[in-house]
């Protein structure tokens, strides 16, 4: 590994023996909050001490240690419940969408077939260059940690209303979920937020008296460009806007601080492996000319800039490593001068205040709506297919967001390839376009060029 250059660490380490507990936060939020709505879900409310009791009965139908709980990720109160009850019952929690293919919930069945250590609190599976997607195993302390330092950035309070926007499949929901209900406030659930219709996403969150959204940044881009385009002011309920998963591009922060000057913009960062946000920055103003900052490293968070640029991230709040996979763990989880790092694979650069300024990637894993892909996971499965030869996946901007474009090689075109996808991989994997090329573009040492091929062979802006 390079050589570290740089090192910042917090002032006060976090003992994990002493680290807060995410699920008897709750439970003091429910003691003192009984009455107060915890979930909105559509309009149908649900108290805390309505809520404390389906956990506790869920917990009980579970019994003591179940292991992995896989819990049906939907929008509605019963995912919660899932999710405190399998912690409840000393569970890991496993959200598996319905919509995913057969053949990937067969994968992520599989992949939890050996068990889970005792001490973690949930499995999520990330996108892995083999094809096959890597478990995640992220320990309680790690999560009580992190929800208990949100709390305080969020500056939550049980007056706070928190939509529930991220897939529930993603840690992005953690964010969303855990602190506002170790809070006191209520978690909205709300079918307008989905519709794709920005006028109705901005008349739910009036209606419903949403003060904190959380949105993958992409997302917020287009939102922003609406409010501009149709000189709409936000609803005045709204306090608190965290973006996070890509670049924000400095035009829309400016945009947006001419819009709502007075709605506290948070630009955050953080890594599935690093347990939920590890650094986050105020944007109260911007040069229109210069990289929009990811901010700085939360108070229990340790980082190290390596002499190439790459971040890694120490500290409490690791995940465990990857399950079963002890090739990429050891790959990813590395040790240095005794302390246990994890390698980010982003490039970054410290601004003269501090903030952490992004700089790309070290390696060809891109963002889609905030959600990592490796480009190597749908290659895997496109050469998978009998008539494909060769495959190169790469992400690129497409409509003003970034959007995967499979180059294939083929024995014949066949049009049902994209289909032959859908039935395998989850639709965020699948590419947005798909382009036949007679060859691929190779490195000096016989690898395909990913960047090569789609610089010869990049499709029109418009049509496929």
């Given at each position: 590994?390079?050589?570290?250059?740089?090192?910042?660490?917090?002032?006060?380490?976090?003992?994990?023996?002493?680290?807060?507990?995410?699920?008897?936060?709750?439970?003091?939020?429910?003691?003192?909050?009984?009455?107060?709505?915890?979930?909105?879900?559509?309009?149908?409310?649900?108290?805390?001490?309505?809520?404390?009791?389906?956990?506790?009965?869920?917990?009980?139908?579970?019994?003591?240690?179940?292991?992995?709980?896989?819990?049906?990720?939907?929008?509605?109160?019963?995912?919660?419940?899932?999710?405190?009850?399998?912690?409840?019952?000393?569970?890991?929690?496993?959200?598996?969408?319905?919509?995913?293919?057969?053949?990937?919930?067969?994968?992520?069945?599989?992949?939890?077939?050996?068990?889970?250590?005792?001490?973690?609190?949930?499995?999520?599976?990330?996108?892995?260059?083999?094809?096959?997607?890597?478990?995640?195993?992220?320990?309680?302390?790690?999560?009580?940690?992190?929800?208990?330092?949100?709390?305080e950035l969020f500056a939550l309070t049980p007056e706070d209303r928190v939509l529930q926007f991220?897939?529930?499949?993603?840690?992005?929901?953690?964010?969303?979920?855990?602190?506002?209900?170790?809070?006191?406030?209520?978690?909205?659930?709300?079918?307008?937020?989905?519709?794709?219709?920005?006028?109705?996403?901005?008349?739910?969150?009036?209606?419903?008296?949403?003060?904190?959204?959380?949105?993958?940044?992409?997302?917020?881009?287009?939102?922003?460009?609406?409010?501009?385009?149709?000189?709409?002011?936000?609803?005045?309920?709204?306090?608190?806007?965290?973006?996070?998963?890509?670049?924000?591009?400095?035009?829309?922060?400016?945009?947006?601080?001419?819009?709502?000057?007075?709605?506290?913009?948070?630009?955050?960062?953080?890594?599935?492996?690093?347990?939920?946000?590890?650094?986050?920055?105020?944007?109260?103003?911007?040069?229109?000319?210069?990289?929009?900052?990811?901010?700085?490293?939360?108070?229990?968070?340790?980082?190290?800039?390596?002499?190439?640029?790459?971040?890694?991230?120490?500290?409490?709040?690791?995940?465990?490593?990857?399950?079963?996979?002890?090739?990429?763990?050891?790959?990813?989880?590395?040790?240095?001068?005794?302390?246990?790092?994890?390698?980010t694979g982003d490039r970054v650069r410290r601004r003269a205040d501090g903030q952490l300024l992004?700089?790309?990637?070290?390696?060809?894993?891109?963002?889609?709506?905030?959600v990592r892909v490796d480009p190597g996971e749908v290659e895997a499965q496109l050469t998978r297919?009998?008539?494909?030869?060769?495959?190169?996946?790469?992400?690129?901007?497409?409509?003003?967001?970034?959007?995967?474009?499979?180059?294939?090689?083929?024995?014949?075109?066949?049009?049902?390839?994209?289909?032959?996808?859908?039935?395998?991989?989850?639709?965020?994997?699948?590419?947005?376009?798909?382009?036949?090329?007679?060859?691929?573009?190779?490195?000096?040492?016989?690898?395909?060029?990913?960047?090569?091929?789609?610089?010869?062979?990049?499709?029109?802006?418009?049509?496929?």
């Amino acid at each position: 590994m390079a050589e570290v250059i740089d090192e910042r660490a917090a002032s006060q380490t976090t003992d994990l023996a002493q680290s807060p507990d995410a699920l008897a936060d709750f439970g003091a939020a429910a003691h003192t909050h009984p009455d107060r709505i915890a979930i909105l879900s559509d309009g149908v409310p649900l108290t805390y001490a309505e809520l404390a009791q389906k956990t506790a009965a869920r917990a009980s139908e579970l019994g003591p240690a179940p292991g992995a709980v896989e819990v049906a990720a939907v929008r509605a109160p019963e995912t919660v419940v899932g999710l405190l009850a399998a912690m409840a019952a000393g569970g890991a929690y496993c959200p598996v969408d319905p919509a995913f293919p057969a053949e990937r919930r067969s994968a992520m069945q599989a992949a939890l077939a050996d068990g889970v250590p005792d001490d973690i609190a949930y499995v999520l599976f990330t996108s892995g260059s083999t094809g096959t997607p890597k478990p995640v195993l992220t320990p309680r302390a790690a999560i009580g940690t992190v929800v208990a330092a949100l709390r305080e950035l969020f500056a939550l309070t049980p007056e706070d209303r928190v939509l529930q926007f991220a897939s529930l499949n993603w840690d992005t929901c953690f964010e969303e979920i855990l602190p506002t209900l170790t809070a006191g406030a209520t978690l909205v659930f709300d079918r307008e937020a989905h519709t794709g219709s920005f006028p109705r996403f901005l008349r739910m969150i009036e209606q419903r008296g949403i003060t904190v959204l959380d949105l993958p940044t992409a997302f917020w881009h287009e939102l922003v460009r609406h409010l501009a385009e149709e000189a709409r002011p936000l609803p005045a309920s709204l306090r608190l806007v965290v973006i996070g998963g890509e670049a924000a591009h400095p035009a829309r922060v400016a945009e947006w601080l001419a819009l709502a000057p007075a709605v506290r913009l948070l630009n955050t960062y953080g890594c599935t492996e690093t347990t939920l946000i590890t650094h986050a920055g105020d944007l109260s103003a911007v040069d229109a000319g210069a990289p929009v900052p990811i901010g700085r490293a939360l108070a229990h968070v340790r980082e190290l800039i390596t002499d190439d640029g790459e971040l890694l991230i120490g500290g409490p709040t690791l995940a465990a490593g990857y399950l079963g996979r002890p090739d990429a763990t050891g790959e990813r989880f590395v040790v240095r001068d005794g302390a246990r790092w994890f390698r980010t694979g982003d490039r970054v650069r410290r601004r003269a205040d501090g903030q952490l300024l992004p700089e790309g990637r070290l390696d060809h894993v891109v963002k889609i709506r905030g959600v990592r892909v490796d480009p190597g996971e749908v290659e895997a499965q496109l050469t998978r297919h009998p008539a494909v030869e060769a495959a190169a996946v790469v992400g690129t901007a497409l409509a003003g967001r970034t959007a995967l474009v499979a180059y294939v090689v083929a024995r014949d075109e066949n049009d049902d390839l994209l289909g032959w996808l859908r039935a395998r991989i989850p639709a965020h994997l699948v590419p947005s376009r798909l382009v036949y090329v007679p060859e691929l573009e190779h490195t000096t040492s016989g690898k395909a060029d990913r960047a090569a091929t789609h610089r010869r062979h990049a499709p029109p802006a418009k049509g496929r």
